[in-house]
């Protein structure tokens, strides 16, 4: 990782939501950065637009990261734009399906599968023999999930993907710590979203009041997160999870005497 803060960014699923927030993030801090997405154009545009008038340099890809040809084109693309090879990281792409285990479709549970866990890995390999030839450190930065720890309902195949996620943040990180690249992962807990707000009818109540900091987390809470483990000064952090919950998932069922 450079201590000028001038090498290139690449944050997978990087058009909306938390991804979004992630790329702003990375731009404020006066990182050149490139986001691969499979989002309406406009949205993509906006992240974009965003990031340059933050003052960064900013690339947006069009890409599905579970197809191995497809996530090498996004390293062609990022070393031709650039100049040079992205030395972070953030594998932020991840999909779900809303099934019971007993009636989920196997074409639901490969495409889940491949977004969220085949594509951290087609991503991370790619990232890193580039690093290794250039002789590079870097840091990846994954983003996990609540069911990293505890089950979720109805979600049998973004559990298992992001459980895996978790598993493959450590074997990543034993593996490459002697390249000098550092391997993480950040599990948020319930963050507000387009896309959980209409989840529930007041998404923001709803967890807020089971969280012990009393409110839901925003997108920023997350981006803050991967931003500081993909710094020097996390230099010698890796093969952590880093809970970014407000304490959701550090408590357990309790049958009696729980405080309001």
Known sequence: ??????????????????????????????????????????????????????????LAI???VSRPAEADAVFA???????????????????QVWSSLLDHADADWDRV????????????????????????????VNIGSGCNKVAFPSLVSYTASKGGVEQFTKVAAVELGPLGITVNCVAPGAVETER??????????????ITPMRRVGQPEDVARAVLWLASPEARFVTGQTLWVDGGLFAQGPWAYGRES
Not at 77 to 93: Q, W
Not at 116 to 140: D, I
Not at 197 to 209: N, R
């Open 62 to 64: 069009r890409a599905d």
């Open 113 to 140: 599968i491949g977004v969220n866990l085949s594509g951290t890995f087609y991503m991370t390999a790619r990232f890193a023999r580039r690093l290794s030839a250039a002789g590079r450190p870097g840091a990846v």
């Open 196 to 209: 959980t707000k209409a989840e529930a009818a007041d998404y923001g109540a709803t967890w807020g009041a």
């Open 1 to 58: 990782m450079d201590e000028a803060g001038e090498t290139p960014v690449l944050v997978t699923g990087g058009g909306i939501g938390i991804g979004r927030d992630i790329v702003l993030t990375f731009a404020r801090a006066g990182r050149p950065v490139a986001f691969c997405h499979q989002d309406p154009e406009d949205a993509a545009a906006e992240t974009e637009r965003l990031a340059r008038d933050a003052g960064a340099e900013c």
């Open 77 to 95: 693309r990022v070393g031709e734009h650039f100049g040079r090879p992205a030395e972070v990281l953030v594998n932020n792409a991840g999909i």
